[in-house]
């Protein structure tokens, strides 16, 4: 399975992005896809998530509200849907598959079995 980002870029506060990943290949296995981001000099932390089956999410405290994720199944692709952004939102965003059943796993990076490239976003003030 191969999972590919897409989307980032550089924007003004305020402005919106949408991040797209593709997953190719058996992705049967999938539970959870995920969106994580890691700034400079900080650890990779999740943004938001979605259970493949049911479409449940989560998200983190601090993107609540303004980033949407969601899912197209019969694409294969997990979309993040990010409004307002702030500087503090600038970072490099990973997709994540896992193959955990636990919903709690959802937001623990080592769940996540496969990793995509990461896409740079970069939000100025």
């Known amino acids: 399975v191969q999972l590919q980002a897409s989307g980032g870029g550089m924007v003004q506060a305020g402005a919106s992005l949408r991040l797209s990943c593709a997953a190719s290949?058996?992705?049967?296995?999938?539970?959870?896809m995920g969106w994580f981001r890691q700034a400079p000099g900080k650890e990779r932390e999740f943004v938001a998530g979605i259970r493949v089956s049911s479409r449940s999410t989560a998200y983190s405290d601090s993107v609540k509200g303004r980033f949407t994720i969601s899912r197209e199944n019969a694409k294969n692709t997990v979309a993040l849907q990010m409004n307002i952004l702030k500087p503090e939102d600038t970072a490099v965003y990973y997709c994540?598959?896992?193959?955990?059943?636990?919903?709690?796993?959802?937001?623990?990076?080592?769940?996540?079995?496969?990793w995509g490239q990461g896409t740079l976003v970069t939000v100025s003030s």
């Open positions: 290949g058996d992705t049967s296995s999938h539970f959870f």
């Open positions: 994540a598959a896992s193959d955990r059943i636990i919903w709690s796993s959802i937001y623990n990076p080592q769940a996540y079995g496969q």
